[in-house]
T-cell receptor, first 116, second 109 residues
Framework: SAVISQKPSRDICQRGTSLTIQCQVDSQVTMMFWYRQQPGQSLTLIATANQGSEATYESGFVIDKFPISRPNLTFSTLTVSNMSPEDSSIYLC?????????????FGEGSWLTVV | EDKVVQSPLSLVVHEGDTVTLNCSYEVTNFRSLLWYKQEKKAPTFLFMLTSSGIEKKSGRLSSILDKKELSSILNITATQTGDSAIYLCAPFEGGKLIFGQGTELSVKP
């Protein structure tokens, strides 16, 4: 498995501002992902964070709104830009550890954002 | 379009009951199916299933995959209040997990 630390765990943000969420893993991982979970909804994949190159975004998500960085194999950031109340969600970092026999993906504790 | 459907959406039982949660999926490049338990924020991993008909067990929880029927079930025996959570199934397809809407289980004392 992998130990995943996300910061901040919770924040209240003003409309129109941007916030960057950090995800740190205690070991090198093959893949890192960012998910969003809106209130009462299931998890939706935002993008796959690629080391050293641009993230791969899912339909409905764009780089201008959710810029992602992954400078190395253990760290990634997700920025939620120009926030609106509709962006109030839990944002979850998840990883596929290197050497995992199979496709077990682990999740960080999540970052709960409330936009007012 | 890929689709994952879980049933029931919610379930209320009493301690000691046995429950069966269902997951059906339609994905194009299926590799495996994962079950997670979500209590507060982060989903915690329960099982990964890759082969049909092979039951995986962990204490009172067990799960099995049926690739022919494109489905999986999660069983919880002798439920406890600590089992109250949302249970999520997610096929791993094309390098990503596709989540169902979850089953919200509530176990009453």
């Amino acid at each position: 498995s992998a130990v995943i630390s996300q910061k901040p765990s919770r924040d209240i943000c003003q409309r129109g501002t941007s916030l960057t969420i950090q995800c740190q893993v205690d070991s090198q991982v093959t893949m890192m992902f960012w998910y969003r979970q809106q209130p009462g909804q299931s998890l939706t994949l935002i993008a796959t964070a690629n080391q050293g190159s641009e993230a791969t975004y899912e339909s409905g998500f764009v780089i201008d709104k959710f810029p992602i960085s992954r400078p190395n194999l253990t760290f990634s950031t997700l920025t939620v830009s120009n926030m609106s109340p509709e962006d109030s969600s839990i944002y979850l970092c998840s990883v596929l550890p290197t050497g995992t026999s199979g496709n077990t993906i682990y999740f960080g504790e999540g970052s709960w954002l409330t936009v007012v | 379009e890929d689709k994952v459907v879980q049933s029931p959406l919610s379930l209320v039982v009493h301690e000691g009951d046995t429950v069966t949660l269902n997951c059906s999926y339609e994905v194009t490049n299926f590799r495996s199916l994962l079950w997670y338990k979500q209590e507060k924020k982060a989903p915690t991993f329960l099982f990964m299933l890759t082969s049909s008909g092979i039951e995986k067990k962990s204490g009172r929880l067990s799960s099995i995959l049926d690739k022919k029927e494109l489905s999986s079930i999660l069983n919880i025996t002798a439920t406890q209040t600590g089992d109250s959570a949302i249970y999520l199934c997610a096929p791993f397809e094309g390098g990503k997990l596709i989540f169902g809407q979850g089953t919200e289980l509530s176990v009453k004392p």
